[in-house]
């Protein structure tokens, strides 16, 4: 059965430094999604994206955050500077057609900042 | 704005027996999808089952069903002959039928299933 794939499964970087993270959603998924989990806390929607553009964001989304979809399968985060409160799981997702069908999340990367 | 939430932090059922962690939900839209996630300790979201607000039959896959109750904004998972392997955190989670596709989750309910 095809997943939604995410590398590093563990990042650790010093605050204020550049993170890239990176999925790969299911191949013939049109729409894509980051979510962040702080340790403890519910899940949070962050971005969602379709064709190449963002589809709406949230306020967490600051200009620290972009996502890219650079080639036919990966779909990356990045966050520009690192700050500590940025320390969570990023849990990717993606959806098949449209957005009204379900979507399906990935293992997640692990973000500590130092 | 949409708010989903469960009200039972932690839940525990001995195997083999019926447990149904609550969810409610606000929103003033009609047509609308709601979800269970489940959550092991390996932390993957898994998509439990799903429900379409305006089907009136209550979702089942499975050992899964749902008690979704549209009037009371209520929408509760039963987990039938729960097995180990249902320890997690549940998630409950919204979402509009015409939107982007956010989804807006619940706090989590963790369940322990005991042998």
């Known amino acids: 059965e095809p997943e939604v794939t995410q590398t590093p499964s563990h990042q650790v970087t010093q605050m204020g430094q550049e993170v890239i993270l990176r999925c790969v959603p299911i191949s013939n998924h049109l729409y894509f999604y980051w979510y962040r989990q702080i340790l403890g806390q519910k899940v949070e929607f962050l971005v969602s994206?379709?064709?190449?553009?963002?589809?709406?964001k949230s306020e967490i989304f600051d200009d620290q955050f972009s996502v890219e979809r650079p080639d036919g399968s990966n779909f990356t985060l990045k966050i520009r500077s690192t700050k500590l409160e940025d320390s969570a799981m990023y849990f990717c997702?993606?959806?098949?057609?449209?957005?009204?069908?379900?979507?399906?999340f990935g293992p997640g990367t692990r973000l500590l900042v130092l | 704005a949409q708010t989903v939430t469960q009200s039972q932090p932690e839940m525990s059922v001995q195997e083999a027996e019926t447990v149904t962690l609550s969810c409610t939900y606000d929103t003033s839209e009609s047509n609308y999808y709601l979800f269970w996630y489940k959550q092991p300790p390996s932390r993957q979201m898994i998509l439990v089952i799903r429900q379409e607000a305006y089907k009136q039959q209550n979702a089942t896959e499975n050992r899964f069903s749902v008690n979704f109750q549209k009037a009371a904004k209520s929408f509760s998972l039963k987990i039938s002959d729960s097995q180990l392997g249902d320890t997690a955190m549940y998630f409950c989670?919204?979402?509009?039928?015409?939107?982007?596709?956010?989804?807006?989750f619940g706090q989590g309910t963790t369940l322990q299933v005991k042998p």
């Open positions: 989670a919204f979402r509009f039928a015409s939107n982007t596709g956010k989804l807006i």
């Open positions: 997702a993606s959806s098949p057609s449209s957005h009204e069908e379900t979507q399906y």
């Open positions: 994206f379709y064709n190449n553009e963002i589809s709406e």
